[in-house]
């Protein structure tokens, strides 16, 4: 069988043109900030400009505001993207927002997605990913989760320790990583949970200095528990803006 690896017409109209919008505006405010981005202002006006050339959200669903590109497609876009250190940041598709939508978007439900993904694809808000532990706990295998979440009225409370959480300063939620049966080192139990900013039960302890300082957000050390709380609106995004803006 004929494997067609070719992207197809859409992504030929974006590919060179996106790869001006790299070099033109992107690499300009790279180089202004020596390529360490830390401030909301600068993501959203990147964001802005994305969404005004056209190349925003690549990979996400067009009804969450994206193009819809396959895997064929977004290894063309991405390959542009990654000119910049800031390229994808600009087009919305940087860790771990970009992995989040992608889970969102497979396996979230109805509810789940206008109340996360939905936000997230727009910019309106970012996200991160609570999976590492301090040792013993997990690393990058779940199967050694220390992190516990146990059933109480009214839901889950979740008692543990996250630490390098990419993003989690001013993210809009995280998604945990929890075991919610099970001992450390046994398989099964990994279970994922949304926990939104604004839950009194999170922490962040300190950040934790590394020699890679471009990844938005920072890297943190955060505790728990996290209450169990009743779903409700997310609140509105302090990040929020409205396009178009002056790239900075």
């Avoid at 069988?1 to 690499?27: C, H, K, Q, S, W």
């Avoid at 997230?120 to 808000?125: K, N, V």
């Amino acid at each position: 069988m004929t494997v067609d690896l070719f992207p197809g017409p859409v992504v030929a109209e974006l590919a060179d043109p996106g790869a001006r919008f790299i070099r033109e505006t992107v690499l300009p405010v790279e180089d202004r900030h020596r390529g360490v981005v830390h401030s909301e202002a600068v993501r959203v006006d990147l964001q802005c400009a994305a969404k005004e050339a056209g190349f925003f959200a690549p990979d996400v669903a067009a009804e969450y505001g994206g193009h819809g590109l396959d895997m064929r497609g977004r290894t063309v876009v991405f390959e542009e993207a990654g000119y910049s250190l800031l390229g994808p940041l600009a087009l919305n598709i940087a860790a771990p927002d970009g992995g989040n939508m992608h889970l969102l978007e497979a396996v979230a439900t109805p509810e789940q997605k206008e109340r996360y993904l939905r936000p997230l694809a727009t910019g309106e808000i970012r996200s991160c990913f609570a999976m590492t532990e301090p040792a013993p706990g997990a690393g990058s295998d779940p199967a050694a989760l220390t992190t516990r979440a146990e059933r109480v009225p009214g839901g889950r409370r979740i008692d543990g320790r996250k630490w390098f959480i990419t993003g989690a300063d001013g993210a809009g939620f995280t998604i945990v990583m929890a075991r919610t049966s099970g001992e450390p080192g046994e398989r099964g139990g990994a279970t994922m949970f949304f926990v939104d900013a604004d839950n009194p039960g999170t922490k962040t302890v300190r950040h934790i200095g590394t020699l890679d300082e471009n990844l938005f957000g920072g890297r943190q050390s955060s505790s728990s528990p996290a209450r169990p709380r009743r779903t409700s609106p997310a609140p509105p995004s302090p990040s929020t803006a409205e396009c178009p803006v002056t790239v900075r």
